[in-house]
């Protein structure tokens, strides 16, 4: 019951922490490109040749010729907005912002991913407590199964979470289901291996206290 409460506690302090770290870095990176887009706007405002100029070279460093990188300057500085936009891909990298995108909403989906995918251990953990057959009586004694059952839930949904990923990115969902799997595998063994070592040093420091 200790490991479910502290696991839960962990699962939704994370959760949170994600889904603000997701906000905060959404919110700014588009706070910084709207500070660029503003800077980018008044240079063409006040020295529009210049900034076409700039576009021209820009376009010429990509192959193409002067006189028609000049034409299309020429042309698209009559609609700032699509020439601003231009302006910020090529000189910045920016593509256009987009307006329905909301760094709120981003964030709470991250939340709501996070909780959702980070509840199949302890929900293995808790299904476990309702089959009878959750412990086995090995030549070392009883084992309880539900570790052993979590990981395989676990590595189910890894694999499921990279077929997923992978049907939105056009890979071999196989391949990438794998790839997942693998990732999600070393982290988890990280993860393992640290909190059994540093179980094992405690351990080792209060016997040494104990016997002073």
């Not at 922490?17 to 240079?43: C, F, I, N, P, V």
């Not at 570790?147 to 990923?165: D, M, N």
């Not at 982290?187 to 080792?204: E, Q, T």
């Amino acid at each position: 019951l200790y490991a479910l409460v502290l696991g839960f506690s962990n699962l939704v302090g994370d959760a949170i922490s994600m889904g603000m770290g997701d906000y905060l870095s959404t919110m700014a990176d588009r706070e910084h490109q709207m500070t660029e887009y503003r800077r980018e706007k008044w240079e063409f405002d006040n020295n529009q040749e210049g900034e076409i100029q700039e576009m021209i070279e820009l376009l010429e460093e990509q192959g193409v010729s002067n006189e028609d990188a000049t034409a299309i300057m020429r042309t698209t500085a009559k609609y700032p907005d699509l020439f601003m936009d231009q302006m910020m891909y090529y000189e910045l990298g920016f593509m256009p912002l987009d307006e329905d995108e909301k760094p709120s909403k981003q964030g709470f989906v991250t939340f709501l991913s996070f909780c959702c995918f980070g509840l199949v251990p302890l929900l293995s953990y808790i299904l476990c407590g309702f089959i009878p057959w959750n412990t086995f009586n090995g030549g070392r004694g009883v084992v309880n199964l539900a570790f052993p059952i979590s990981c395989v839930f676990t590595a189910i949904t890894l694999f499921l979470l990279g077929v997923v990923k992978g049907r939105f990115a056009s890979e071999h969902l196989t391949v990438a289901g794998i790839k997942v799997l693998v990732m999600g595998a070393i982290a988890c063994a990280a993860s393992y291996v640290i909190g059994y070592l540093v179980s094992k040093l405690l351990l080792k420091d209060d016997e040494t206290a104990c016997d002073y």
